[in-house]
């Protein structure tokens, strides 16, 4: 019997276990890529929905004052937030209306703040141990301030401001003053 050449061939059908890891890893690689960039968009977005929250809450505590003509101000701790007003008996009062409920940002993230300028702080008007960091007064006006809130583990940082007559923003930089020029 003779042997035909083609029964000496050994066809191989598939892949080997090279390519295939090959291709496990390149899939690896890539769906670690897309959560990572999924996970940073998700954190980055939590923090601006944080920051314009407090801001849109400070200018209605703003247009508030002014309507019922009262000094209202916002006591800011760590990792939370709380509006307060003086009442007819002239001490601060925590607001516990919604929206100006005492509010957390959680444990991932931290608030810091600092008055810019030479403004009045809310600690000027009381003798208490609970008053307000910013101060919003009947006429508009409201201590100039830069709230800054970080996100612990990535350390993304947002920035709302204020220069105390203007709309708070959001920013991605902090407050900067502007350099006085001499013009001749």
Known sequence: MRRSRRNNVIRRAGFSLLELLTVLIIIGVLAGAVVLSYTGATET??????????MFTVELARQQSTLTNEIW??????????FMRILDDDEWH?????PFQFTSVGTDYA???????????ARS???????????????????PFEMTLTH???????YVISDGIQRAV???????????TDES
């Open 45 to 54: 977005r939590t923090l601006h929905t944080h920051a314009e929250r407090f």
């Open 73 to 82: 101000g916002v006591r800011l701790r760590s990792d939370s937030y709380e």
């Open 94 to 98: 925590v607001v516990a209306e919604s």
């Open 111 to 121: 608030i810091r703040s600092r008055l810019l300028g030479k403004s009045q702080s």
């Open 125 to 143: 008007f009381a003798s208490q141990k609970f008053v307000p960091d910013i101060a919003i007064y009947p006429s508009g006006e409201i201590s």
């Open 152 to 158: 612990l583990i990535t350390q993304m940082e947002r």
């Open 170 to 180: 959001v920013s991605d930089e902090p407050y900067r003053p502007v350099a006085k």
